[in-house]
């Protein structure tokens, strides 16, 4: 039997059998229709189908959400930029990048200019063609300190950028050998002259057109007819994402049809989606974490011996078991993990009441503590303050939760209250994702960490070419920032999306982000 299935499977990649002949020849094969389904969704996954209207479910949208991609921050815009927006260079599976709009990025000796060639050929929604001026003025709008974009960060060591004919030249104020990898970034969507003249057009050289745009509510494409990769990407005629905060809801759109695709399926009910007939758990160990984040700059918490006993006072363990059920891994209060190429494990922080106690003790805070969660924080994220705070209680710490709506968690509670609950999605190298969160200039610095002393290490690793030396600095800049920064990182998260695959094709897991890192819509298609 397994020789037969194998050589359907064959015939199905190759297009030279249909769906409906695959499921009746592997039921008189004996097959169940249910292993049969999701054979079939295996097996015709090398065959983009075009047309039709492909949907997803997700958590992440609000009603103040914006299309301009500088302000994007949050998982529904996250993937709506990519189904609309088209980008210099992207980032693979293996960490590895390809090149765009960009056809090639070289740099001088001292990597510090950069030449951007601009690929021939690529048209806007609007029938203007990308050119050099359009990357130029991209790159400097969102290095603009008024911008307020989430890139701002790692942009700040740009001194200059200059478009000549077919060639963007940007100069670096320091060394960084690892510039390709901030054109990576999700909220540097290529627009018409770099989105100066209304950054809320919504329009770039991705593959679908912006025809539904309500916020918190629904957002929708149509497939871009002259989009310059359309035998890869664009294959359903319309996509359609629904905002659907409650995980419940979302399940059951999935579950009855009304989606193609959820994300952040919480892990509790994995074993019970994993039952739901055409419906496959897609889950992928990455680089995501659920912090805690604590303000630096504000009382109590510019105390570090009150950070250090709250720090203590998280029984890790209990909240990867119980919140994430396996689907993760311990913390160490940095934002760092082993799917890093550079990284150095350091000793491990462990619950430790006593110590917490005492460390508090020595704040002289007393009283309770306010921390701040919500549905949208991450999955479990209302369960994991509850834990926190029994934990917290044993080493004499009384924390007070408040709950807060979903709509408008991000835009009012997250990097703006001083303690709260929160998730990043990490990034392609530590230098962009201590750049985007944590040196003292970041507008993402969501902890108020501010040490000219990290700053300095981070500047020196950044120009450092020597892999072991760099390393190093690493380390300490993760031992400085688990023993006096404001993050609190119990686990790495896996994303845990859910997808209808008896219904869909081309669904790949990826390490980068959840919803195949926002692609999910542009690249799967619906079977015939």
């Known amino acids: 039997m397994k020789t037969e299935l194998d050589y359907l499977a064959e015939l199905a990649g190759k297009g030279r059998i249909s769906r409906r002949d695959f499921l009746g020849r592997t039921a008189a094969l004996g097959v169940s229709a249910a292993l049969a389904t999701t054979l079939a969704g295996r097996a015709f996954a090398q065959t983009p189908v075009k047309g039709g209207l492909l949907k997803a479910g997700l ?32 980032l693979t599976p293996d960490n590895k990048l390809v090149n765009l709009i960009a056809e090639d990025i070289g740099a001088s000796k001292d990597a510090k200019t950069w030449t951007i060639k601009v690929r021939d050929g690529i048209e806007f929604h609007n029938g203007k063609t990308v050119g050099a001026e359009d990357v130029a003025a991209t790159i400097e709008r969102h290095a603009d300190e008024k911008s307020k974009s989430g890139a701002l960060g790692i942009l700040k060591n740009i001194k200059g950028v200059k478009a000549s004919g077919k060639e963007v030249i940007i100069t670096l104020g320091d060394a960084d050998a690892d510039f390709p990898y901030l054109m990576a970034d999700y909220h540097l969507v290529i627009q018409p002259n770099g989105g100066k003249d209304n950054p809320n057009a919504g329009i770039s050289a991705g593959p679908y057109k912006v025809t539904v745009n309500q916020p918190g509510v629904r957002h929708g494409g149509e497939r871009f007819a002259n989009y310059w990769l359309g035998d890869k990407a664009g294959h359903a005629d319309q996509v359609e994402i629904v905002v659907i905060n409650d995980a419940t809801a979302r399940l059951a759109a999935l579950q009855g049809g009304q989606v193609h695709m959820i ?21 992928a160990s990455g680089k995501g974490y659920y912090p805690f984040n604590m303000f630096c700059d504000t009382a109590p918490f510019d105390s570090n011996d009150l950070r250090m006993a709250l720090k203590l006072a998280m029984d890790r363990d209990e909240l990867l078991e119980k919140i994430l059920r396996g689907y993760g891994s311990v913390g160490n209060d940095f934002p760092i993990n082993e799917a890093y190429p550079l990284f150095t494990a350091i000793e491990q922080r462990k619950f430790d009441p006593d110590k917490a106690a005492a460390h508090y003790k020595k704040s002289g805070h007393s009283g309770s503590i306010v921390l701040r969660t919500s549905d949208v924080a991450f999955p479990g994220a209302v369960d994991a303050a509850q834990l926190y705070q029994q934990s917290a209680a044993k080493a004499g710490i009384k924390i007070e939760i408040k709950r807060e709506p979903g709509d408008g968690y991000w835009s009012e509670v997250w990097n703006k209250q001083p303690f709260s609950l929160s998730y990043w999605g990490g990034r392609a190298t530590q230098d962009q994702m201590y750049s985007t969160g944590y040196v003292s200039s970041a507008d993402w610095n969501d902890t108020r960490f501010k040490s000219p002393a990290f700053d300095k290490m981070l500047f020196a690793a950044r120009g450092e070419l020597d892999q072991e030396k760099r390393k190093a600095i690493y380390h300490d800049m993760a031992v400085m920032m688990r023993d006096e920064g404001g993050l609190i990182v119990p686990f790495f998260n896996q994303f845990i999306d859910a997808a209808a695959t008896n219904k869909i094709g081309g669904f790949s897991k990826s390490p980068i982000g959840e919803m195949m890192d926002g692609y999910a819509l542009s690249e799967c298609w619906l079977n015939a």
């Open 263 to 283: 994300n952040r399926v919480e892990p509790k009910v994995v074993d019970l989606v994993k039952r739901i007939p055409g419906v496959s758990i897609e889950n």
């Open 59 to 90: 958590q992440g949208g609000e009603s103040t959400n914006s299309l301009d991609p500088a302000l994007n921050l949050s998982q529904v815009t996250f993937s709506f930029d990519k189904l609309w927006g088209e980008y210099l260079v992207r």
